[in-house]
């Protein structure tokens, strides 16, 4: 059989020209629930300032964000429901009825799916966010908390009081395991690689590291009598653990590669939610009780401002409240070279959320080869070489 020659060559060009990023520059705002006033602000975090208060129906503890950022998903717990917001347009676009007492929201890596833990009914609402509607319910550990999905989509690590760390299938929406440590564990975060875990115990004021591999606890750091961690962020290098600590008014970091405490900084009363720049050199913490954001200088080791949010905010902001990157590139190694008459299949591997698709931006494929679904297939009919330029897109984010 004669081959179809330069398939390789070309498409290994092509490939390197779209790992490139999209979407991933700096964010202009924030979007903080406000508990106490049925709001979430929408920061300028260029200038500090408030620039709309979206109304919502109830008071939001928590939230979090699509990639990009054209949606917030607003927690309403004395409601049972979860407000989407459309930041276009800065309001409501619907709400969506969820379990008792929601506590916390986290969305899926392709944001497809959202999960809303319900501490109360002791469930998880598993959201399709394509027609923001309530498609599964999952039972869970009693008094759920926090939620961290898995880069792959495919498993949960779920907090819940007293001292209960779950995995879960989110597959066959299953609980795999039950790690029972520690007292009141509340945050969780895992690393990008999403072979670690990072718990934080309000209850005896302790970070712990779970080895997703083995699903076993394999590190700790006591930060001391009284501290309360009730937000966490990872740095975008993996390297830095940012907690709140919220009986102690203070934020600390840790270093990840000996577990050891770093700076400790000085913010504002009752600080709960905590969340980072994407290019990691801010920290904000939010300050409950202060009504206000705490903005560290990750370089400098410093705090250098403080966002007032007004009198009886109260943003507890647990989750997101910065839109995370939206990385959308092509990731497959080049395609090996296709034989003539002989049945062709490569699939085109992408990131970013929403999925992208893929299409052929210029050039041709070889005769008998189509790209459908992320997918170029076919029997190929000519011998030759052909080139072209594949485009991924994500909602308008193409690379």
Do not use: C
Request: hydrophobic residues 40%; aromatic residues 6%.
């Amino acid at each position: 059989m004669q081959s179809v020659t330069g398939m390789r060559r070309i498409l290994a060009g092509l490939f390197a020209v779209l790992m490139v990023a999209g979407g991933a520059g700096a964010e202009p705002f924030a979007y903080v629930p406000k508990a106490g006033k049925a709001m979430v602000a929408k920061v300028d975090l260029a200038t500090g300032t408030t620039v709309a208060n979206i109304v919502v129906p109830g008071g939001p503890l928590a939230s979090t964000i699509s990639h990009g950022g054209q949606r917030v998903y607003a927690v309403l717990q004395s409601l049972g429901k979860v407000a989407v917001i459309d930041t276009a347009s800065n309001s409501v676009v619907t709400t969506i009825t969820v379990g008792s007492s929601p506590w916390s929201a986290t969305l899926s890596p392709d944001d497809s799916r959202l999960y809303v833990v319900n501490n109360s009914s002791n469930t998880i609402s598993i959201i399709d966010t394509a027609s923001d509607t309530v498609i599964a319910t999952m039972p869970v550990a009693s008094q759920p908390d926090q939620l961290a999905v898995s880069p792959d989509g495919t498993r949960g690590y779920l907090t819940a009081s007293p001292s209960t760390v779950q995995v879960l299938d989110l597959v066959n929406r299953t609980v795999i395991t039950s790690l029972v440590t520690g007292n009141l564990p509340n945050p969780i975060v895992l690393n990008a690689a999403g072979t670690r875990a990072y718990v934080g115990y309000a209850g005896d004021s302790t970070i712990r590291v779970l080895d997703t591999t083995t699903n076993t606890m394999i590190g700790s750091v006591a930060l001391g009598t009284n501290k309360a961690p009730n937000g966490l962020v990872l740095s975008p290098d993996q390297q830095t653990l940012y907690v709140s600590e919220f009986i102690a008014n203070q934020a600390v970091e840790i270093d990840l590669a000996t577990l050891t405490i770093g700076t400790t900084y000085t913010v504002g009363s009752r600080p709960y939610g905590v969340d980072i720049s994407n290019d990691g050199t801010r920290v904000y913490v939010a300050n409950r009780d202060g009504n206000s954001l705490s903005v560290i200088d990750t370089a400098a080791h410093a705090v250098t401002g403080t966002i007032d949010l007004g009198s009886g905010a109260q943003p507890w902001a647990i989750g997101r409240f910065i839109p995370p990157p939206n990385v959308v590139a092509i990731t497959s190694a080049p395609p090996p070279g296709g034989k003539w008459h002989t049945p062709y299949s490569f699939n085109v591997t992408t990131t970013g959320a929403p999925v992208p698709t893929v299409s052929l931006n210029s050039g041709a494929l070889p005769p008998g080869l189509t790209l459908s679904a992320n997918a170029i297939a076919g029997t190929p009919t000519q011998i030759g070489t052909y080139t072209g330029v594949l485009q991924a897109v994500s909602g308008s984010t193409p690379v």
